[in-house]
């Protein structure tokens, strides 16, 4: 059965305009206010609403909040508005919106926008499903304790690389990034376990858990458009703005996966990190303003992973300098950009990083030929 969207808005003409772009492809609901858009997104369970903001009887902020509390699965939201400041997007995403369209939009964007959403549904009814699966077959696959860690391990594997996979297809040069990073994430967590203000704080499962969860730092990149995605020079105040939301998107998107499951400790840390991989140690960083060890450490982690792979792989806007450079931007950034513990283990596990760069390098990045 072909995945149900839910149209809303009070104005017949924008109904007609949203029935033109979707209707030959999806099965569509209407409705023209908050309320019933509620009541059929409760007694028809779409896979995703489109949903204006100024309607009488109930708001799309007020009706988005409360779909938002319907039982698994929840319909993915996009709300479309007049309405562009960063002001009103934050309202819409603290309503618990998955993304957020200005009027007039481009049709193009708008499926996009739009298959993206509905991929993350079909991952969400496809981990259900597996889940269910798992369950079915628990006496048959799980025989010892030990077997059952395994596949519960496997399984989580599987499905970071699946979903992390989703934002690093959109970018044809990340190659073997999301293998790098869980690799120097791990590896500077294993020395911060022993050396450090944090080794009381890491354990084991803190460190599988960074190496499982790391890769799935961009999955909120599935929701920015190409045109800024892959745009070869800087971007604009306006792009960037937009740019930065890819934080919440995924932080949004992990946690309806979290909602899904049970591995709460491990989408727990995803979430964590897909959601404060930019803050800064000084509180400059984005989306929250987090400072110092309000951060949490897994982000911290991360970012300096991510900083590192990214100044020594080739992009679209920049080549790529080499290890050694990218080692004294990173130093040079302690106590602004990243935690300084972290940055001592980064250069504690320097010999290490660039081996597995140099293992894993794909064809993306030219380690050592540009500075």
């Known amino acids: 059965m072909d995945p149900t969207i839910l149209i809303v808005d009070d104005d017949p003409i924008n109904l007609s305009i949203l029935e033109e772009i979707l209707g030959e492809r999806f099965p569509l609901l209407r409705a023209e206010d908050g309320a019933e858009a509620v009541a059929l997104a409760e007694s028809h369970r779409p896979w995703l609403v489109l949903m204006d903001i100024m309607m009488p009887t109930m708001n799309g902020y007020d009706a988005c909040a409360k779909i938002k509390t319907l039982p698994e ?49 079909t991952a969400l009814h ?74 009381d704080a890491i354990n084991d499962a803190f460190i599988q858990q960074v190496y499982l969860a790391s890769p799935l730092h961009d999955i909120g990149k599935v929701g920015i458009p190409d045109a800024i995605l892959l745009k070869p020079g800087r971007l604009t105040d306006r792009e960037f703005g937009l740019m930065k939301q890819h934080a919440l998107i995924g932080a949004r998107a992990l946690e309806n996966v ?79 950009h990243f935690d300084p513990a972290v940055v001592e283990a980064f250069g504690a596990c320097f010999e290490d990083l660039v081996r597995y760069r140099t293992e894993n390098n794909g064809d993306d990045g030219r380690l050592g030929e540009a500075a």
């Open 73 to 121: 699965p929840r319909p993915q939201v996009i709300l479309i508005s007049a309405k562009a400041s960063t002001s009103e997007r934050l309202v819409g995403y603290r309503a618990g919106a998955d993304d957020y369209m200005v009027k007039p939009f481009e049709e193009d964007e708008l499926a996009a926008k739009v298959r993206v959403q509905l991929r993350l549904m």
């Open 126 to 199: 496809d981990l259900a499903e597996a889940r269910g699966t798992l369950a079915r077959d628990n006496d048959a696959l799980c025989q010892t304790v030990a077997e059952q860690d395994r596949q519960l391990t496997d399984s989580r594997d599987l499905i970071v690389f699946a979903l992390a996979n989703l934002a690093d297809s959109r970018d044809p040069e990340t190659g073997e990034h999301l293998e790098r990073i869980r690799l120097y994430c791990r590896r500077m967590a294993e020395h911060l376990s022993a050396h450090g203000p944090y080794a």
């Open 258 to 336: 979290s909602r899904q499951g049970e591995s709460g400790g491990f989408l727990a840390m995803a979430t964590d990190i897909a959601r404060s991989h930019h803050e800064r140690w000084d509180g400059s960083g984005y989306p929250d303003g987090l400072a110092g060890e309000a951060i949490p450490l897994s982000a911290r982690i991360a970012a300096v992973a991510d900083v590192f792979d990214a100044l020594t792989s080739v992009r679209v806007y920049k080549d790529a300098f080499t290890a050694e450079v990218a080692r004294s931007m990173i130093v040079e950034e302690s106590g602004k």
